[in-house]
């Protein structure tokens, strides 16, 4: 019997259809990926029916497992607005370069007096620095302080993005303009902190809340 | 491997210079390596669900010279314990002052789909609104009535007297979780007064004897 001679030689496979398809996935992931930012805690929202998307102008409260107080406020002019009323209230002085660095971050949390100090941080060890959150207690309620500066700067925000909507033409409402109140929750957080968080909330007559949930289908019957 | 040969540049003038014969190949191999490696990168990084946000109304803070507001018809109260869920329909009557039908009781529900679940529970009571949403959402599909109309009429029939209203109470113990369960439960059930508030001393009463 004749042997089978093997072909000699690496055989070349055309990989351009392959390469083609890779790029055409990349870009795709490129160009549809959004970030997420990072965030000094990590919660895992309860999830709910809701198909509302989070709005633009916001400011959130996060409220990890232990119930510790994180706060963010969505637009970069309204946080400098806001920090420069917090910082001039608690006699607390920071460098023109990381009030600017601040206007830039995401969510935050640490007491007035931690506050130097964890802004000096490097920005990847924020997450681990040590702290107790935004105090809410009655007799230092810094979040109240936060809330109400941040209420009032994403409210003049708010007006000034409308009057240039406005400008341009089409017909805004301003409804879509005012900031939103968001409270973002881990499933584990005990609802009695809470509820201390929308007390603070309720303080300021911001009553209507959002709670942060991911998405669920609706059941059909 | 990836190099394309090139000559050397000494035979001048001998001849027309011809361009070289056959197919320059290049080893894409490297590339490739590149292109997945940035797939898997952007595939592993992306998340697809944004997340969602449910709205509540809070009642406002209650200034000292308020009016009393008047009694709500139909009112059901839906306590959160532990990881329980309990409830009583209408007013709380204590033992010491019993109602028509004796002083209030709790009853357990749960989050299941089965019997004795919130949604079976709140389907049945709240029967009126759903079926009335039913007709307004098909109206709706139809284009006979506007988007406003419609949630002018629906926000008018969850405050009517069949309407079921609801409040929600928390003890110490309760996580956020059922809380959110709960509010998900009513939105189903096109609840639309929900009011959190907090347990008076009667009803703290019962939920030390259930547990």
């Given at each position: 019997m004749p042997k089978i001679k093997m072909p000699k030689g690496t055989p070349s496979i055309d990989m351009t259809p392959m390469v083609d398809l890779a790029f055409l996935l990349v870009t795709f992931f490129m160009l549809t990926a959004s970030f997420r930012?990072?965030?000094?805690?990590t919660v895992e929202t309860p999830s709910s029916i809701s198909d509302k998307i989070i709005p633009e102008n916001v400011l959130m409260v996060t409220l990890d497992k232990d119930g510790r107080v994180f706060f963010n406020l969505s637009d970069p002019e309204a946080r400098k607005e806001m920090l420069n009323e917090m910082l001039q209230k608690y006699k607390i002085g920071l460098t023109e370069e990381k009030i600017e660095e601040f206007s830039f971050m995401s969510t935050f949390g640490c007491t007035m007096q931690e506050l130097p100090a964890y802004m000096n941080t490097e920005a990847a060890k924020r997450a681990s620095f040590p702290t107790q959150g935004i105090p809410t207690d009655s007799t230092k309620n810094e979040l109240l302080d936060w809330l109400s500066f941040a209420a009032t700067a994403a409210g003049n925000t708010g007006r000034?993005?409308?009057e240039k909507a406005?400008?341009?033409?089409?017909?805004?409402?301003?409804?879509?303009?005012?900031?939103?109140?968001?409270?973002?929750?881990?499933?584990k957080t005990l609802y009695k902190d809470?509820?201390?968080?929308?007390d603070v909330f309720r303080e300021l007559n911001l009553n209507n809340l959002n709670f942060v949930t991911s998405a669920e289908a609706i059941p059909v019957n | 491997m990836a190099q394309i040969a090139e000559s050397g540049g000494g035979d001048h003038g001998k001849g027309k210079k011809r361009a070289k014969k056959g197919s320059t190949h290049v080893d894409m191999t490297p590339m490739v390596d590149l292109a997945f490696l940035l797939l898997t990168f952007f595939v592993l990084t992306s998340t697809f669900?944004?997340?969602?946000v449910m709205p509540l109304a809070y009642p406002a803070k209650p200034k000292v010279n308020d009016p009393i507001p008047p009694k709500a018809n139909n009112v059901t109260t839906f306590i959160l314990a532990d990881d329980k869920v309990y409830y009583y329909r209408g007013e709380f009557y204590p033992k010491s002052r019993p109602?028509?039908?004796?002083?209030?009781?709790?009853?357990?529900?749960?989050?299941?789909?089965?019997?004795n679940s919130v949604r079976k529970l709140l389907a049945s009571w709240n029967e009126y609104v759903i079926k009335n949403k039913a007709e307004l959402d098909k109206k709706l599909d139809k284009k006979q009535i506007a988007d406003s109309t419609y949630e002018n009429?629906?926000?008018?029939?969850?405050?009517?007297?069949?309407a079921v209203k609801v409040l929600i109470k928390t003890d110490d113990k309760a996580l956020c979780k059922s809380f959110i369960d709960l509010v998900d439960e009513l939105k189903i059930a096109s609840i639309g007064?929900?009011?959190?508030?907090?347990?008076?001393?009667?009803?703290?009463e019962l939920l030390k004897a259930k547990n």
């Open positions: 930012t990072a965030e000094p805690v000034t993005a409308f406005k400008l341009k033409g089409g017909e805004p409402k301003m409804e879509d303009f005012k900031p939103k109140f968001i409270l973002r929750v881990d499933s809470a509820q201390t968080v929308i | 669900s944004k997340p969602k109602g028509e039908n004796g002083p209030t009781e709790l009853s357990e529900a749960n989050f299941g789909s089965g019997e009429r629906l926000n008018k029939l969850t405050v009517e007297r069949e007064v929900i009011a959190p508030t907090e347990l008076s001393a009667g009803e703290k």
